[in-house]
Structures are given as structure tokens and as C-alpha cells.
């Protein structure tokens, strides 16, 4: 997530969701079964509206029980549609640039994906000697 290249072209978030949901979440490919009780996430991140289909998708990966979160970067992201692909306005976020994710999504996104860390466990362990 930190490290990322921005690619242009076209916004075809449905696509990418359902590649994510026959490829990454696989158990050919190494995903846990479902019910095996270890959450499947996905943080979308999109610059735009869908130039394709996105329901579909969206339906499909909640089936494999894939929790969907949204990211919407510039204006030009349409809250309705981030909504609809995480199922909750809690799960989505907004930001005005790619600048701007490092900064303000990843401890909104560690929160949110990761509840049961705390605080103290995000510290590096102290050494005596």
C-alpha cells in the first residue's frame, strides 16, 4: 500500500475487484478456506467513477465473504459508488490526492482492518540490559 505506482487509463474498478476475488482469494492460491474464521479484506482504491460493471463484483466477493473498504482519491471519486462497494459509509474514505493516503488513510485503515491491535503492540518492544 505504501509503495505503489499510479497507473493511468481507465477506471475499471468491477474488473479489478473480481480479479481479487477468483485470483487473490483462491485457496489454489494459497487463501484460507472460508469459515476458517481469518478475514478476507479488500481496500479499493479508485480515482474515479466504474467504467464497468461493479454490483456484480461487489455481490460475488461478499459471497466469498470479502469485507470491502473504498478509498475515493480526488473529487472525482463518487461517494455513492464507494459506498456501494464497501456496504457501509464507515468503510469508505476520501482524500484529495495520492499524496495525501500515506498521511491520512493508514491509521484510519489500521483501525478499521485491524481492531483487535492495540495501541502498545504497535510500539517497538523495550530491551533491558
Same mark, same amino acid.
Do not use: W
Given at each position: 500500500?505504501? +509503495?505503489?505506482?499510479?497507473?493511468?487509463?481507465?477506471?475499471?474498478?468491477?474488473?479489478?475487484?473480481? !480479479?481479487? #476475488?477468483?485470483?487473490v482469494f @483462491?485457496?489454489?492460491?494459497?487463501?484460507?478456506?472460508?469459515?476458517?474464521? %481469518?478475514?478476507?479484506?479488500?481496500? %479499493?482504491?479508485?480515482?474515479?467513477?466504474?467504467?464497468?460493471?461493479?454490483?456484480?463484483?461487489?455481490?460475488?466477493?461478499?459471497?466469498?465473504?470479502?469485507?470491502?473498504?473504498?478509498?475515493?482519491?480526488?473529487? !472525482?471519486?463518487?461517494?455513492?459508488?464507494?459506498?456501494?462497494?464497501?456496504? @457501509?459509509?464507515?468503510? #469508505?474514505? !476520501?482524500?484529495s490526492a495520492?499524496?495525501?493516503?500515506?498521511?491520512?488513510?493508514? @491509521?484510519?485503515?489500521?483501525?478499521?482492518? +485491524?481492531?483487535?491491535?492495540?495501541?502498545?503492540?504497535?510500539?517497538?518492544?523495550?530491551? !533491558?540490559?
Open positions: 500500500m505504501f +509503495c505503489f505506482r499510479y497507473l493511468t487509463g481507465l477506471t475499471r474498478t468491477g474488473a479489478a475487484i473480481q !480479479h481479487v #476475488t477468483d485470483e @483462491s485457496e489454489r492460491r494459497g487463501a484460507r478456506p472460508l469459515g476458517s474464521g %481469518v478475514p478476507r479484506i479488500v481496500v %479499493v482504491i479508485t480515482d474515479g467513477r466504474s467504467q464497468d460493471n461493479v454490483m456484480v463484483p461487489v455481490q460475488i466477493a461478499k459471497m466469498k465473504e470479502i469485507q470491502l473498504f473504498a478509498v475515493g482519491v480526488t473529487n !472525482h471519486a463518487l461517494d455513492s459508488e464507494l459506498e456501494m462497494i464497501a456496504g @457501509s459509509k464507515k468503510r #469508505t474514505f !476520501h482524500v495520492f499524496e495525501d493516503l500515506n498521511a491520512r488513510l493508514r @491509521s484510519a485503515i489500521q483501525k478499521v482492518t +485491524c481492531p483487535s491491535i492495540t495501541r502498545s503492540a504497535l510500539q517497538p518492544p523495550m530491551f !533491558h540490559g
